[in-house]
């Protein structure tokens, strides 16, 4: 899969574009599909590829599309105004939950997964932000600008390939 690395952040934060299809999905079908869409996703590239994570990144990811998805749908309309209003309101609210989920589950499990102290993980993930001291560095300075820049990315791609897909009359104009 296409994906990359972003300076100054964790090695484990890599930017793709995996949630795309589940944009279309959403503007197609709605919030189940583009939920089914990213559990289909996972189970392939669990199948396929494994984890490296030892599951907990495949479980944030997985409440991380819900959190994506939910508020696409909530603000889902058939303008330009809509689709920037759910932009923004998944953005604002994926990236709040990932500061929380991040803080409470992901790298708590991490730690312990890793048998390491938090202190340690985040000592590691400052090897690469020297800026990042603590937790609340490593949201600040990590968690936020990432999931910003990841989900505002899918969005986008995915807005323009549904608005590509629809004048291509490849999918329906009333949708």
Not at 28 to 37: T, W
Not at 151 to 173: D, S, T
């Amino acid at each position: 899969s296409l994906e990359f690395s972003v300076t100054m952040m964790p090695p484990f934060y890599k930017v793709d574009f995996s949630d795309v299809p589940s944009v279309i999905a959403v503007f197609l079908m709605g919030p189940v599909s583009g939920i089914c869409v990213e559990v289909i996703k996972l189970l392939i590239k669990l199948i396929t590829v494994g984890t490296n994570t030892m599951y907990v990144g495949e479980l944030a990811n997985l409440i991380a599309a819900f959190l994506f998805v939910w508020p696409l749908y909530q603000k889902l309309g058939a303008n330009r105004k809509a689709a920037v209003e759910a932009l923004l309101l998944s953005i604002v609210i994926r990236t709040a939950c990932a500061c929380f989920i991040n803080a409470n589950i992901t790298l708590p499990l991490y730690a312990k997964a890793m048998s390491l102290p938090l202190d340690e993980v985040i000592r590691m993930v400052a090897s690469v932000n020297p800026a990042i001291k603590d937790l609340n560095g490593f949201i600040i300075l990590a968690t936020i600008p990432f999931n910003v820049l990841k989900v505002g990315l899918n969005y986008i791609v995915g807005q323009l390939l549904f608005v590509r897909l629809r004048a291509a009359k490849i999918v329906p104009k009333a949708v």
